[in-house]
């Protein structure tokens, strides 16, 4: 995506995205905080339940990111080679957590009943499940301007989901779920030791073999992308990359 008249309606599409992600996730923060209050729940509690869920997270940085990715466009971009190395991070990251919050959900999620009260808005849930996620990994093909990175970049987008994990299960014993007050909880079943429907192995062990294959995948998605920003970027690793030539000699 080259020319400037594309690149335009990209970054214009990469700001309406962002704008659907807020408005998302801000009508289900209005919908659990309304819910809780009129359920007597604890709404404090609830509040930082809401943005423990990876989607939510995950969400609400790829709106952040695409909204800086846009303006930046509009401000610097068109007379720019490639993006910033710090933006081209970013949304190495934020795609990568996308497409697996989709692969997640969409796999494992989707059908698990929820308690009374917790249920999402429709509209809403597909847009930070389905919409969202394919919007950012189409964007991984299409977004203007890219620029290549160094491998290495594979281990800073592992780093934030490691450090939810480790933040999770350590909060989990800790917090009392206000909808069944189970002194314990936990965003995801498949990172509750206490479910008994764990599979193939129950308890902690069971919880680390889904963390170990999310990581797997994460992972893989990470090295997909910066692979392809490798192969079709642009940026200063192009002369880095490039060839030594054979100095010119004088007849």
């Known amino acids: 995506m080259r020319s400037t008249t594309m690149a335009s309606v990209w970054s214009a599409a990469r700001a309406v995205m962002a704008l659907a992600i807020v408005s998302a996730v801000v009508a289900q923060l209005v919908k659990a905080v309304g819910t809780a209050a009129g359920l007597g729940r604890d709404v404090g509690v609830t509040i930082v339940?809401?943005?423990?869920?990876?989607?939510?997270l995950s969400n609400t940085a790829a709106a952040v990111v695409?909204?800086?990715?846009?303006i930046w466009y509009w401000r610097r971009g068109r007379k720019a080679d490639a993006e910033p190395a710090a933006l081209a991070v970013a949304l190495t990251c934020v795609s990568t957590y996308m497409v697996v919050t989709g692969v997640v959900y969409n796999s494992l999620l989707r059908h698990i009943e929820l308690?009374?009260?917790?249920?999402?808005?429709?509209?809403?849930?597909?847009v930070l499940h389905l919409v969202g996620p394919l919007f950012l990994l189409v964007d991984v093909f299409v977004g203007p301007l890219r620029r290549r990175l160094p491998?290495?970049?594979?281990?800073?987008?592992?780093?934030?989901?490691?450090?939810?994990?480790?933040?999770?299960?350590a909060r989990g014993p800790l917090t009392v779920n206000p909808a069944s007050?189970?002194?314990?909880?936990?965003?995801?079943?498949?990172?509750?030791?206490?479910?008994?429907?764990?599979?193939?192995?129950?308890?902690?062990?069971?919880?680390?073999?889904?963390?170990?294959?999310?990581?797997?995948v994460i992972l893989g998605v990470g090295?997909?992308?910066?692979?392809?920003?490798?192969?079709?970027?642009?940026?200063?690793?192009?002369?880095?990359?490039?060839?030594?030539?054979?100095?010119a000699v004088a007849p």
């Open 49 to 56: 339940n809401f943005f423990s869920f990876f989607t939510i």
């Open 66 to 70: 695409l909204l800086w990715a846009a």
């Open 115 to 126: 308690p009374q009260g917790s249920e999402p808005i429709p509209w809403s849930n597909e």
């Open 151 to 169: 491998w290495s970049a594979v281990w800073v987008v592992a780093g934030f989901p490691i450090l939810w994990a480790i933040y999770t299960m």
């Open 181 to 216: 007050g189970a002194p314990y909880w936990y965003p995801y079943p498949f990172l509750d030791p206490n479910n008994a429907a764990l599979q193939p192995l129950s308890g902690y062990a069971g919880v680390a073999l889904y963390i170990v294959a999310i990581a797997a």
């Open 223 to 247: 090295a997909l992308v910066v692979w392809w920003r490798r192969r079709t970027g642009v940026g200063e690793s192009d002369a880095a990359s490039a060839p030594e030539q054979e100095p």
